[in-house]
């Protein structure tokens, strides 16, 4: 027998969009995480949603999501089709399209708005992207907000061999191959496309908790197991060796990371360690602590 079947991390489960509805105006999303009903098996990721894809009509309105707060967490915004375009309180923002990847710090918190970026609203198209929630540590919750731009251009591709497809690292390491994201605890997250009838083996950290988000395709998990076109599969803490092989061309994330054993204490746009935290941030907020946009 291959050896690669004696450190076997197993899937135990597989889960489809909790809910389907809009973020702002120009956001349709499925709901992936945490509508599966497994969050601590997840941690630290708090939040999936896939947006689109949808094609929107040329307009010459402000689409998305207006002034709003983040505290305690990050958002990290991966983008397939169309530009988004984010600004915050901070005075930081930028524009992201396909390939690229905000990872936002909100922390001791933020206001920021994400919208579609003018261009592309007016010229109209296709929107695809990810929003992901990362939790942090609580030591980190109340640091000084951070905003990573990662352009597809810094996002390091592996070649996984010839004509099997490619494997981003936007954060933590493949085969020797570190990503540009700064987290603060431990993870590992690719944007990983295969294509169809090739394989991948992949080691994913025991003790962590580890899931794949497929995007397009048919992923077989393992030589035995499927994930669907817009399903998250969830692996178990022990092993390491996920066997991925891809039925059809397959478009997918991989999301690994050491769990956060702490409370977690969460109101919409807020993610702390306690109910008195979170009315904090409602104060805080409601009093203009976390900014404005300008
Ligand atoms: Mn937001």
Redesign the pocket.
Known sequence: MQAETINAKELVGVYQAGSHHMVGDGFPVRNMIPGAGVEEQLSPFLMLDYMGPEEFPPTTSRLG?GE?P?RGFE?VTIMYHGKVAHRDSTGSGGVIGPGDVQWMTAASGVV?E?LHEKEFAEKGGLLEGVQLWVNLPKAFKMAAPRYQTLLSSEIPAVNIGEGAGRLRVIAGEFRGVTGPAKTFSPVHLYDLHLAAGHRIELDLPEGFNSSLFVLHGQVLVNGSQTVGEVEIGLFGQRGERVVLEAKQDATMLVLSGEPIAEPVARYG?FVMNTRDEIIQAVQDYQAGKMGHLS
């Open positions: 999501v709003h983040h958002t920021h994400e746009p």
